[in-house]
């Protein structure tokens, strides 16, 4: 299984609408590729220097072959959907490879 986690700090002033569009547009645009099984968004609790709250959203997927679809297939026009938000937030990618879970 694999991670592909996007880290995004945005700007207060957009934060609560780039927040309703991140839950109710984007994430479930990003899941209806069917190439990621579930997609988990978490608030980060450090502050930032440069100010603005920061998220980091995993989509779970099952190898890298899907993945390497996704970005094939759907990241240049997901991305660019993004655009609405020009110039308020920076986001880093990364993908990560799961090597174990335990439940408990």
Avoid: C
């Avoid at 970005?71 to 920076?90: H, S």
């Avoid at 990618?93 to 174990?100: A, G, K, M, P």
């Amino acid at each position: 299984m694999y991670i592909y986690n996007v880290t995004i700090n945005i700007e207060e002033s957009v934060h609560d609408l780039w927040l309703d569009w991140m839950q109710n547009k984007h994430i479930p645009d990003m899941l209806s590729t069917g190439k990621f099984s579930k997609a988990l968004m978490t608030k980060v609790l450090v502050e930032e220097e440069m100010g603005g709250i920061t998220y980091s959203v995993q989509y779970t997927t099952s190898d890298k072959e899907t993945l390497q679809r996704y970005y094939d297939e759907d990241a240049d026009r997901l991305r660019k959907e993004t655009e609405r938000f020009a110039g308020k937030f920076v986001a880093f990618r990364t993908e990560l490879e799961i090597v174990s879970e335990r439940n408990g």
